[in-house]
């Protein structure tokens, strides 16, 4: 899997002698299955880049029932961006699901990539954007689309991921019981679906 300045490297095409320099400092840590990077109610100070694991942000609702809002694989970033660029407390929570590696970036990293490289800039912009129209696709599924074509967007979306976390947080993620989870497997497996096939 890539490192943070590999990933920097491969995306932006930012040179390896400015990759050095961007990493140089940043604060890594190896984050243990279970324990938390962020809390609701806390100012979420970073952006977190996977190097290895996995980590989910979840809010709680007012019964104590989680949501899940992302999950975040090797090479993937995971935040509360309300809380780290505006000082907020934050509506999530931020958890490793597996014991992973993970690097912490403060809301200055923009900033200072971006004076580096207008690669950089080019590619963080676009990043942007892509978050957005990802964040509006998945709030038109939740609230149009049938949990089908929930679950085969989520396999779309983390092709590896319906082997390494539990069923009961698919289904948190795509807002239906484990049981509508269920039923929607087993009418795919009806149909002869096998995850990878177009």
């Known amino acids: 899997m890539p490192t943070f300045d ?26 243990k299955k279970g324990e938390f990077l962020s809390r609701q109610g806390d100012v ?7 190097e290895t ?5 979840y809010t709680l609702d007012e019964q104590g029932k989680e949501h899940i809002i ?11 961006r309300s809380s780290a660029y505006f000082n907020e407390p ?13 690097v912490f970036l403060d809301p200055a990293f923009n900033d200072r990539a971006s004076a580096i490289s207008t690669n950089y ?37 983390y092709p590896d991921l319906t082997l390494r976390v539990p069923q009961w947080m698919i289904a948190s993620f795509l807002g239906i019981t484990p049981e509508g989870l269920s039923r929607v497997r087993k009418e795919l497996a009806r149909k002869n679906f096998k995850p990878g096939r177009s």
């Open 121 to 157: 800039r080019h590619f963080n912009n676009l990043a942007l954007q892509n978050h957005i129209r990802h964040l509006q696709k998945r709030i038109n599924l939740l609230l149009g689309a049938t949990a089908e074509a929930r679950y085969l967007d989520f396999i779309k979306t």
């Open 90 to 102: 934050s509506d999530f929570f931020i958890e490793a699901i597996e014991d992973s590696e993970v």
């Open 44 to 50: 979420c100070d970073y952006t977190f880049f996977v």
């Open 53 to 57: 694991g996995l980590l989910r942000a």
């Open 70 to 80: 992302q999950f975040a694989p090797e090479g993937w970033l995971i935040s509360d």
């Open 6 to 31: 590999q990933h920097l490297q491969e995306k932006t095409g930012i040179s390896p002698e400015n990759a050095a320099i961007l990493t140089e400092g940043l604060r890594t840590g190896l984050i």
